[in-house]
Nanobody
């Protein structure tokens, strides 16, 4: 599975961005997907995850109500809608895939996209 993340950019605090992660694999629906991020000088952290069907989602507490993960299996794409962005959301965002069930631990994922930079100015 190859993943290609896009949609990052520079946005003011309070603004929104939608990240996309497209897969070239033909078995996209067989993979649970997650978004992670790494801020400068910090460890990579879990952001959100979604089940294979898209019927179940899970978020880091600080993202609940602001971020929404979704997927379109017909388009082999997973999305992360980010609203009410804060300067502390500034990071490189990565999408990741693993077979079957999602997980909040990055080491559980087998495939990673290249990352897309999100910068939130105050």
């Amino acid at each position: 599975v190859q993943l290609q993340a896009s949609g990052g950019g520079l946005v003011q605090a309070g603004g929104s961005l939608r990240l996309s992660c497209a897969s070239s694999g033909r078995t996209f629906s067989g993979y649970a997907l997650g978004w992670f991020r790494r801020a400068p000088g910090k460890e990579r952290e879990f952001v959100a995850a979604i089940s294979r069907s898209g019927g179940r989602t899970y978020y880091r507490d600080s993202m609940k109500g602001r971020f929404t993960i979704s997927r379109d299996n017909a388009k082999n794409t997973v999305y992360l809608q980010m609203n009410e962005l804060k300067p502390e959301d500034t990071a490189v965002y990565y999408c990741a895939a693993r077979l079957y069930t999602y997980d909040v631990v990055s080491e559980a994922y087998d495939y990673w996209g290249q990352g897309t930079q999100v910068t939130v100015s105050s």
